[in-house]
């Protein structure tokens, strides 16, 4: 298949053309007999005008054609300059699903809607082509669209997924509910937790499933995007001192929009401020470098921010966060808290955190309160606030709980 790459294989006049005014490109591979399978032989020929087809059925300057080799159509596309990886990637699937769409379109009655998006493309973000061999970079690129469209026939339910992923982000369909969290000192509302719902009929199982499948994607900064957005935008009223609690993993690191106040402007939107907003660290975040998070950390905290590590007993990378971050709050995993009045072993942790948050001006949160028995022994040992079932379910409109009404001596 790569023995006659030239100048003139896979339309690289034109690639080669374009590097010196646009910096960053992506290939595009269809698979024709899937696409135009029940259409007329003309649409599968070789030797058809391609050029001219994809000029008049996409109406855009920024595609081209490449060729077509071992039944696959391999076109060009230009990605937006100041795009990201992951941007690039969203563009390629939206732009490869319109491609195999149009191609199908041309027969009367084909169901293009009963045909998911993915099946049967492939697509590739193109190294730069100003620091690397331009042959090498298109090989590589064809490798990968080529496992992708192998994988999407095979039925691989990967694809299925991006393709509902891609739907989640575009149509911004996720929702928001939100727990509340309360001050174990008098029963008033301390704030709430925003936690991420998928909609009804979803693909995912559930929130954890969709986020993992980001990551692994490389979609994670998208979908942490706009789970911040939806939490806000949709937040129930709060007090001028109650707080949300936002889950967000150290990707916002690397995230130039959170850096650029995007958050600022939501919470404007909303009528909050910044120090009505605490940020989450969840166990997903994977935190390889402490003394850069230290650095972005103290940047938003210089902001009003504030910051809690989530978790905290579940493992030993929520303990090592604590350690390095010095965060405001530390949120107590259930795991610790579920039937701790029958567990001495349990106790015994409880109060270690009690004791260290304390001598470090932390505050702390037990999370997975169910039983009275179990609100009853956290108050008693001095936690600050406490969230669970008992005291409050996640909804899209919470009610105001009030400890009053729990029993807790």
């Known amino acids: 298949m790569f023995n006659r790459m ?42 058809r005008d391609w050029t001219s087809w994809l ?6 300057g920024d595609v081209w054609y490449g060729d077509v080799v071992s039944g696959h159509l391999w076109i060009y596309a230009e990605l937006p300059s100041s795009a990201g990886e992951e941007e690039s990637e969203r563009h390629l699937s939206r732009l490869a699903g319109r491609i195999g769409e149009a191609i199908a379109a041309e027969s009367a009655g084909t169901a293009v809607s009963a045909r998911p998006r993915e099946r049967g493309v492939g697509y590739a973000r193109l190294r730069d082509l100003r620091e690397h061999p331009v042959k090498d970079a298109i090989y590589e690129g064809v490798i990968k669209a080529t ?10 339910g990967d694809w299925e997924l991006r393709g509902e992923l891609d739907r989640l982000l575009s149509e911004s369909a996720i929702k928001s509910v939100y727990q509340p969290i309360v001050k174990l000192r008098d029963g008033g509302v301390f704030g709430y937790e925003a936690l991420t719902r998928c909609p009804e009929g979803s693909l995912f199982e559930g929130p954890l499933a969709l986020f993992k499948f980001a990551e692994k994607s490389n979609m994670a900064l998208a979908l942490d995007r706009l789970a911040r957005e939806t939490a806000i935008r949709h937040s129930p009223s709060l007090g001028s001192v109650q707080k949300i609690f936002i889950n967000v993993t150290m990707s916002i690191v690397h995230d130039p929009h959170f850096v650029s106040g995007q958050t600022v402007r939501w919470l404007h939107d909303k009528g909050l401020y910044p120090g009505q907003v605490v940020f989450e660290l969840t166990e997903r975040s994977s935190i ?30 929520s303990l090592q966060s604590i350690v390095e971050l010095n965060p405001d709050y530390i949120k107590v995993d259930r795991s610790l808290v579920s039937l701790a009045d029958k567990d001495e072993m349990k106790k015994h942790m409880l109060r270690t955190f009690v004791r260290f948050a304390k001598k470090m001006n932390i505050r702390t949160v037990a999370e997975g309160i169910e039983r009275p028995e179990e609100l009853r022994l956290i108050r008693s040992m001095g936690f600050d606030y406490a969230q669970g079932y008992l005291i409050g379910r996640p909804s899209e409109r919470p009610a105001a709980p009030s400890l009053g009404a729990i029993p807790v001596n």
Not at 13 to 34: T, V, Y
Not at 55 to 60: A, D, E, F, I, V
Not at 147 to 156: P, V
Not at 288 to 317: C, M, N, P, V
């Open 6 to 47: 030239s100048t003139s294989w896979f339309g690289m006049e034109q690639l080669i053309e374009r590097i010196e005014s646009h910096p960053s490109f992506g290939i595009i591979g269809i698979d024709l007999a899937e696409w135009s399978g029940g259409l007329p032989s003309s649409v599968r020929e070789t030797g």
């Open 55 to 60: 000029s008049r059925s996409l109406n855009r």
């Open 147 to 156: 496992a992708q469209i192998r994988d999407s026939l095979a039925g691989h």
């Open 288 to 317: 390889d470098d402490f003394e850069a998070a230290k650095k972005i950390l103290a940047h938003y905290r210089t902001q009003g921010y504030e910051i809690a590590i989530d978790d905290a007993g579940a493992g030993y990378s």
